[in-house]
């Protein structure tokens, strides 16, 4: 599966940005089934989960990001999303999509630069 992920940049620290992923077309039917989730690489750090978001759309968040990331999917668009506001300078990071099929197989996306500025 060939995610696209897009929306990152450059945000003062109190700001916010909408993270899209989108899947393919070829995977339409298919797509409700999965579960997607968004990860973060800091710099110098490893990959870490900011959220996911179950075929049944049930939520689980990093306690990092609680109370200020929301993740939602738009399954007849087949994309998911991740709200961020209250933006802080760590939460500057690559931000990656995932997906994983039922059968356990993942995807990544090329990932999308966040910057967040003091």
């Known amino acids: 599966v060939q995610l696209q992920a897009s929306g990152g940049g450059l945000v003062q620290a109190g700001g916010s940005l909408r993270l899209s992923c989108a899947a393919p077309?070829?995977?339409?039917?298919?797509?409700?089934?999965?579960?997607m989730a968004w990860y973060r690489q800091p710099p110098g750090k490893q990959r870490e989960l900011v959220a996911l978001i179950s075929s049944s759309s049930a939520k689980t968040y990093a306690d990092y990001v609680k109370g200020r990331f929301t993740i939602s999917r738009d399954n007849s668009r087949k994309k998911v999303y991740l709200q961020m506001n209250s933006l802080k300078p760590e939460d500057t990071a690559v931000y990656y999509c995932n997906s994983q099929e039922t059968t356990g197989a993942e995807s990544w996306g090329q990932g999308t630069q966040v910057t967040v500025s003091s």
């Open positions: 077309t070829k995977i339409f039917s298919v797509f409700r089934t999965y579960s």
